[in-house]
């Protein structure tokens, strides 16, 4: 792969090369499949979606051919042996780690501005997404427990990146509850009597040292 290739592809494209190997797709269809599958940890506008694999396709990471289904044509598009290469190559090298957007928590990190009706009403949003959030991973649970899901040969894979998710929406349930007593005690005259000892709490920690190596060892 070239330079100005490697340079030509994004995550995103990696993540439509990924749901390729899989099995052919129409664009309508990766962008289903990203929206079901991807958008918990790549979100992405549909308009990206849709311009993404004619872009593989001109590069040659992808194929595309047209396809009638009764008088509708339709083009789908299939993972090229480039692509398959291209995609092995990514998977191989360290990828970024999180990012956090997070407006409710934008709004509450100026809360010395707001009323405390304002914060509860930031912490009342969240806790209606960590409960759409965990009704949606539930109910992707009980699918693969009960059919198998649409790719269960892929079930590892899959509970990694799920699991990560409920454990988040576990930990954001746990927050807005911590959230909500520490704020009971706010005032007016900005006094937050919990500050102070979070604040010591986290200063007196020891930075993490433990290894892959490490980790590796704890579990022989």
């Not at 694999?53 to 299939?78: H, N």
């Amino acid at each position: 792969m070239s330079t100005s290739d490697r340079q030509a592809l994004t995550t995103t494209s990696y993540a439509i090369l990924g749901l390729l190997t899989l099995r052919p797709w129409t664009t309508y269809e990766l962008a289903q499949q990203m929206d079901r599958s991807l958008r918990n940890f790549w979100p992405r506008a549909q308009s990206r979606i849709y311009e993404e694999p004619k872009r593989l396709a001109t590069l040659g990471y992808a194929s595309a051919s047209s396809e009638r289904v009764g008088r509708r044509p339709r083009t789908v598009y299939r993972i090229t042996a480039k692509g398959r290469r291209a995609l092995k190559t990514w998977l191989r090298a360290p990828g970024a780690g999180p990012i956090v957007e997070f407006e409710s928590l934008l709004k509450l990190f100026y809360a010395e501005h707001a009323t405390i009706d304002d914060v509860h009403v930031q912490l009342d949003a969240i806790r209606a997404w960590a409960d759409r959030r965990a009704e949606e991973n539930i109910a992707f649970a009980r699918l693969y427990r009960e059919s198998g899901g649409p790719f269960p040969d892929r079930l590892g894979p899959i509970v990694l990146a799920g699991k990560f998710m409920t454990d988040f929406t576990d930990m954001v349930h746990a927050w807005v509850a911590w959230a909500e007593d520490a704020v009971r005690d706010w005032d007016d005259t900005g006094h937050r009597p919990h500050a102070a000892q979070v604040l010591e709490d986290v200063a007196a920690r020891q930075p993490p040292t433990t290894t892959r190596e490490t980790a590796s060892n704890e579990h022989t």
